[in-house]
């Protein structure tokens, strides 16, 4: 197989002669390696979301996540890439073999993956190795490809170049819009970098094996062909198990029996129920939200302090289970409450799940009750109602889509959103195993205009739990204490509180800075702290 020199023709472009032996003309010829260039460049954006998103899912560290495997990409990319020159000699059997190769390992990436954070506690080691090895073949299929691209017809370097990268811009494109608006909406994460895996096996493979046949040896021909049909008998029986394979890696997540799991469009959501029982507790994204043997110590006190005043309209801020509208609903004197939640999937579990319901004691078919699913903060934002009672039930800031919820901006929007003689309570936390995490609440509200009262309870299922009771500055600190006139109670009462606003040294303030949009602070359990971008 010799390159065709474009002196041949005497004109710039490559209108020389054509490779001898090929099925079709060589213009279709280039026209499907370039398809296959373009379909190539979309798997493999796939599957480098596919590895950003399983990170954000497991670990909710979004931007930590996407620099890692990218950057690790980017870098296997270019030894890929180097490396790629050495088989170029016989471009299209290294084609179809890297291929085959990169079908399997970013088909099943996220199977492995998965595998590696549920049973052996691996994640990170084994998401910079897929990292590294689905980067390199990508890497490497680009000279290879230019290498067919010329044999095909002989062109000038700058015009192969671009149309090569048109083709994997193109594909680029495509593949980081299918992957939000279709693979997961239709199939998940699982199932769909599986099917992306057969796509790529299918074009890349059979592409350069019927097209370049005639210059293929006839064990090159057979082995590639033997390949793609093991890569198709993988992912095929990997799809057929998926969903087994899911729920036995998602049991191995949690500690009792799984009574309901989904993915919605924002989050993972997992109901776990003891079998006799006892403790029913909701998960999000892996994170504990409630266990039903201790949660009413949590919500009684996130709400009751901020009822010790006017409270005839309240809005709460999260809260999608319903445990805390349940306590509003409690008062006869609420006039309105208003449940502002990102996720429709949870307000519908709060609302028809059984487990749920009852806990929640149905206190969202409430005739007081309006929910709203929307982002808090866009929704504060465009807000002109004002409340008399504002609770910010949010789970903890541990990405940045969460730490936007904790920042000095929006508290400046909750405190546009209160009523002159208004109060609100923020969740902020454990002061005992994150301390400069929960003074920084304290420290954004201040740096906001809000005057502040920190207090604590034990909540068995967390350990030591934080709030702030909030007002607006000029009116002096407020006060920690339950209304006059309140519902029937199981866990809080004064002395519970007074004792409450006491933090031992290991719980002292800190210097802690608060989180802005501009500069996030993201919630580090292993370390107590924030963690600053």
């Known amino acids: 197989m010799t390159a065709v020199d474009d002196s041949a023709s005497g004109t710039r472009g490559g209108t020389g002669p054509a490779l001898a032996g090929l099925p079709v003309p060589p213009r279709l010829a280039r026209l499907l390696v370039l398809f296959a260039v373009f379909v190539c460049a979309a798997c493999g954006l796939v599957y480098e979301l596919a590895l950003v998103a399983l990170g954000s899912y497991l670990l909710g560290d979004t931007i930590v996540q996407a620099s890692v495997v990218l950057s690790v990409m980017v870098f296997a990319m270019g030894a890929g890439s180097l490396l790629s020159k050495r088989l170029t000699g016989r471009p299209a059997f290294w084609f179809a073999v890297i291929e085959g190769s990169l079908s399997v390992v970013g088909g099943l990436s996220v199977l492995v993956l998965y595998s590696a954070f549920a049973w052996f506690s691996l994640y990170q080691p084994v998401m910079v190795l897929l990292a590294l090895v689905i980067g390199a073949l990508i890497g490497a299929e680009i000279p ?27 594909g680029g494109l495509l593949g980081g819009l299918a992957f939000p608006f279709a693979l997961l909406p239709l199939f998940g994460l ?57 729920m036995n890696a998602r ?38 939200q409630f266990s039903s043997l201790d949660e009413y110590r949590y919500h009684e006190s996130l709400v009751h302090p901020a009822m010790n005043g006017p409270h005839g309209d309240v809005l709460v801020l999260g809260g999608g289970d319903g445990l805390a509208v349940r306590e ?56 002109r109602r004002r409340f008399d009672v504002i609770l910010a039930d949010m789970p903890d800031p541990d990405d940045a889509g969460t730490a936007k919820l904790y920042s000095a901006e929006f508290y400046t929007l909750a405190r546009r959103a209160l009523a002159r003689d208004g109060r609100m309570t923020v969740q902020s936390g454990s002061p005992y195993f994150a301390p400069e995490a929960f003074w920084s609440v304290r420290a954004g509200l ?21 709030f702030f009771l909030a007002v607006p500055e000029g009116r002096g600190e407020p006060a920690v204490a339950l209304p006059e006139e309140h519902p029937p109670l199981r866990f809080l009462d004064s002395a519970t509180l007074e004792a409450a606003q006491t933090f031992p040294k290991d719980r002292r303030p800190t210097d802690s800075e608060p989180s802005t949009l501009l500069k996030p602070r993201i919630l580090d359990y292993e370390r107590g702290a924030w963690e600053g971008y």
Do not use: C
């Not at 290879?144 to 994997?168: K, N, P, S, V, Y």
């Not at 046949?213 to 082995?223: D, E, Q």
């Not at 207090?455 to 350990?463: I, N, T």
């Open 144 to 170: 290879l490809l230019m290498t067919l691209i010329q044999r095909i017809r002989r062109q000038e370097a700058a015009d192969a170049a671009a149309d090569m990268f048109a083709a994997d811009y193109v």
């Open 328 to 383: 509003l609903v409690g008062y006869s004197d609420v006039d309105t409450v208003t449940l502002v939640d990102l996720d429709p999937a949870v307000t519908r579990l709060a609302r028809t799940m059984p487990e749920i319901r009852t806990l929640n004691e149905g206190a969202l078919a409430d005739e007081r009750v309006r929910v709203v699913n929307a982002d808090a903060f866009t929704w504060l934002r465009e807000n």
């Open 446 to 466: 201040r740096s906001a205009g809000w005057r502040t009262s920190g207090y604590h309870v034990d909540v068995p299922s967390f350990g030591d739990w934080g």
């Open 190 to 246: 699982l199932k769909g970098t599986l099917l992306v895996g057969a796509l790529n096996a299918v074009v890349g493979v059979l592409v350069v094996l019927w097209l370049f046949r005639g210059s293929l040896t006839p064990r090159a021909r057979v082995l590639p062909a033997v390949g793609l049909v093991l890569v198709l008998a993988v992912l095929a029986a990997s799809f057929a198990l998926s969903g087994r394979f899911e």
């Open 251 to 288: 049991q191995a997540l949690y500690r009792d029996p799984i009574i309901h799991a989904q993915r919605s469009d924002y989050q993972e959501i997992v109901v776990t129920q003891k079998l006799s029982g006892s403790d029913t507790r909701l998960f999000l994204n892996g994170d504990l």
